[in-house]
T-cell receptor, first 118, second 111 residues
Framework: KAGVTQTPRYLIKTRGQQVTLSCSPISGHRSVSWYQQTPGQGLQFLFEYFSETQRNKGNFPGRFSGRQFSNSRSEMNVSTLELGDSALYLC?????????????????FGPGTRLLVL | KQEVTQIPAALSVPEGENLVLNCSFTDSAIYNLQWFRQDPGKGLTSLLLIQSSQREQTSGRLNASLDKSSGRSTLYIAASQPGDSATYLCAVGGGANNLFFGTGTRLTVIP
């Protein structure tokens, strides 16, 4: 089975722009979670999607949003980029069998998208 | 608010040595605890998942223990190899934050 894939792998944007990142989960996985990793704050949970619905959300401003499609692929969008948004953005997928939350089972992470905001 | 701390932040050991990585958390109301490894510039690989009702989990040379009442977990790596060099992260599961990660321990195994 192919693993979790994320595109693009690297991205450079300037302040004020917006960006969209994509994540394709492992085939059959229905839950996708997004995380931000920075040297200062470490790994922080952004949000989780299941069955095209946001099921859980971390403490990030409304500039961070996401969505999930019927094939479980997910996108996250960051509007009005700030320098502090420079980070590695990781997505993770899990089976979500019988609707269990993603933290209740093993999550499989993609390689991440490294975003640099200038 | 849950806080997860990992000590030490960095560790260098000679090949073949057994070692222990520590993880502590402040809120014992967790669903589970997971250990991950992260290689430079890459995503995370899940190593072990311990449910809150369990005391330990083993996979090959890795053994993770969980003491929920004291808010501690340890990851034991036996007979370390250079390929074990990576950053090891623990994460507690449950609640609105999905997975709450520690700051990691950077391990270097010297051949």
């Amino acid at each position: 089975k192919a693993g979790v894939t994320q595109t693009p792998r690297y991205l450079i944007k300037t302040r004020g722009q917006q960006v969209t990142l994509s994540c394709s989960p492992i085939s059959g996985h229905r839950s996708v979670s997004w995380y931000q990793q920075t040297p200062g704050q470490g790994l922080q949970f952004l949000f989780e999607y299941f069955s095209e619905t946001q099921r859980n959300k971390g403490n990030f401003p409304g500039r961070f949003s996401g969505r999930q499609f019927s094939n479980s692929r997910s996108e996250m969008n960051v509007s009005t980029l700030e320098l502090g948004d420079s980070a590695l953005y990781l997505c993770a997928s899990s089976l979500a069998q019988r609707g269990v939350s993603s933290y209740q089972e093993t999550q499989y992470f993609g390689p991440g998208t490294r975003l640099l905001v200038l | 608010k849950q806080e997860v701390t990992q000590i030490p932040a960095a560790l260098s050991v000679p090949e073949g040595e057994n070692l222990v990585l520590n993880c502590s958390f402040t809120d014992s109301a967790i669903y589970n605890l997971q250990w991950f490894r992260q290689d430079p510039g890459k995503g995370l690989t899940s190593l072990l998942l311990i449910q809150s009702s369990q005391r330990e989990q083993t996979s090959g040379r890795l053994n993770a223990s969980l003491d929920k009442s004291s808010g501690r977990s340890t990851l034991y790596i036996a007979a370390s190899q250079p390929g074990d060099s990576a950053t090891y992260l623990c994460a507690v599961g449950g609640g609105a934050n999905n997975l709450f990660f520690g700051t990691g321990t950077r391990l270097t195994v010297i051949p």
